[in-house]
């Protein structure tokens, strides 16, 4: 670039050109990488160049600001305008700059911990300035509104029945619901249970049925039966102040089949980890959540018809005319008052996704020391 700039007519217009290209291409990549992150399982550089319509498109956006006397404003701007990444930013800009010039050393395990969440953050960059986010470490799901911010608690997927990070849009909620028992539960948990003990079923308003829906007497003959294919049947359990989804769902498509929901285990939100599901979210003030979404629907007068179907036990679908994103992220950390806190690593995830970032283990000297 210095020969081409400095000494014009040295360089070809052929090995000009190739610059040009290979300069363009890092910068579009730089940008891509800012904004959906480096390492998106979501979004891998080949769907990124197929994206069209109101998805970021970096061509479009560095062609806009070719114009501007600040190349750099415009590349930066790519990234996540979300107040959590601008927060972990500016503590990476401290520690960067400001402990350095202060002849402090840098604490890189911090660092590094600020990185790797802040491309966590570029995963669920969706712009949205009202949404839900559910955070697995932190075991807390934020719902934020035009000029409010709420604070839930949540129950999570334990480390063996993890809760997966995704993004997707609340779309209705369901009062009373009936719950569909997951194959998984139903043959290895469910069953064994009922063999033992055939009023068990009962006792927790639980019913088995073949793939066609006829219903499946519980007796000891009928669940040997069962338990030899329990492919071939499924288990629902009914509407009631202990279903196991509670009194409210909140449905979400997604391609894990999880949804976040009411539970009548309320005492599991006095835990400090809470982490106990087999992969749905639990939120503690389900009927609250709820209001709060009507309200934001424009429909503040069907809180009171959601409360009366809540307390009667009735189903009854509310269907959302404005869809909130929802985003279940996986930050082991944020900023609060300018420092660091730290959520720990409940499925253990923070060590393979700095590996792919750095490609090297931490240095043996990592505190923050003068």
């Not at 291409?25 to 390492?39: E, F, P, Q, T, V």
């Amino acid at each position: 670039m210095h020969a081409m700039l400095d000494t014009p007519g040295k360089v070809s217009i052929p090995l000009q050109a190739r610059y040009d290209i290979l300069l363009t291409d890092a910068i579009l990549n730089l940008m891509n990488n800012l904004h959906y992150g480096k390492l998106n399982p979501e979004f891998p550089a080949s769907r990124i160049d197929a994206l069209t319509g109101t998805k970021f498109q970096a061509d479009a956006a560095l062609l806009a600001g070719m114009g501007q006397k600040d190349l750099l404003s415009v590349i930066a701007a790519a990234q996540p305008a979300d107040k959590l990444y601008r927060a972990m930013q500016w503590r990476m800009h401290m520690l960067e700059g400001q402990l350095q010039g202060d002849c402090y050393e840098i604490p890189e395990a911090e660092v590094r911990k600020l990185a790797i969440n802040m491309e966590r953050l570029r995963w669920s960059n969706t712009g949205d300035s009202v949404y839900i986010q559910v955070n697995i470490p932190s075991y807390t799901l934020i719902y934020r509104a035009p000029d409010s911010l709420y604070r839930f608690k949540v129950v999570v997927g334990k480390p063996e029945t993890p809760t997966p990070t995704l993004v997707s849009a609340i779309t209705y909620m369901t009062t009373a619901p009936e719950w569909k028992v997951p194959a998984k539960i139903f043959a290895r948990e469910l069953l064994p249970k009922a063999k033992k003990d055939t009023a068990f079923l009962e006792n927790n308003h639980l019913a088995i049925y073949d793939l066609k829906g006829n219903f499946v007497q519980p007796t000891a003959a009928n669940l040997a039966l069962v338990s030899k294919t329990p492919a071939i049947y499924f288990a629902r359990q009914s509407a009631g102040c202990d279903n196991a989804l509670g009194l409210l769902v909140f449905r979400f498509a997604n391609a894990y089949d999880i949804y976040l929901h009411d539970t009548p285990e309320q005492a599991l939100f006095k835990r400090k980890e809470r982490a106990f599901s087999h992969g749905c979210i639990r939120v503690e003030q389900a009927e609250k959540l709820g209001s709060l979404l009507l309200s934001y629907d424009g429909a503040k007068a069907r809180t009171g018809l959601l409360h009366r179907d809540i307390t009667t036990y009735t189903k009854q679908n509310f269907v959302l005319k404005k869809p909130v994103t929802i985003k279940i992220t996986y930050l082991t950390c944020m900023i609060k008052d300018g420092e660091l806190q730290d959520f720990g690593d409940p499925y253990q995830l923070d060590h393979s996704l700095e590996m792919a970032m750095y490609g090297t283990d931490l240095p043996l000297s990592t505190s923050l020391k003068k």
